[in-house]
């Protein structure tokens, strides 16, 4: 059905071959359009496919691998370079509240860290198994604490790094 719009009508309606200015042309026109938006429809799906929840196991892998580097560097810093850094910064003698402040804090997360971490991972294990409606919110919460985490490690080594820094003219005189 192709409509030939020579000229708009008197009352501003499209003409078709007819002549005929009426309801005639518009409904060929609607129908016609009507096939055009079925054929796109059906050949060229243009919906956008929502996915509510994940798999499972995708989402533990994804944080798993995100969470790794963090893990291993909060690990040896605290293994290797905690104990040195305590060291350095008791012999320097005393410091402003501020700083003591500052070094407060990652201490606390050397510390208590593995507590906190197999906290959230014991939340998790409850919520996975007594929680029905816990699939559709997993993805958020997980990629939250898992951004969470490394904002937390990265805090903790521009502290250390910090902290470095306030002590480091005291041992260099």
Known sequence: MLIFF??????????????????????????????????????????????????????????AIFLFPALVIWVAISTKCVPIFEHLWFQTGPHSPNAELLGVIPMFLVKYGPVILGGMVLSLVVLEKLNQGWDRHRRAVIATLVWGVNCVVLFGLAAFFTLAMIAFPSLVK
């Open 6 to 63: 020579v000229k708009s009508g008197r009352d501003g309606f499209p003409l078709d071959p007819s002549g005929d200015c009426g309801n005639h042309a518009t409904r060929q026109f609607s129908q016609s359009q009507n096939d055009v938006w079925q054929i796109r429809s059906k050949y060229m799906n243009t919906t956008i496919a929502i996915k509510t929840h994940e798999a499972k196991k995708k989402t533990y892998i994804r944080a």
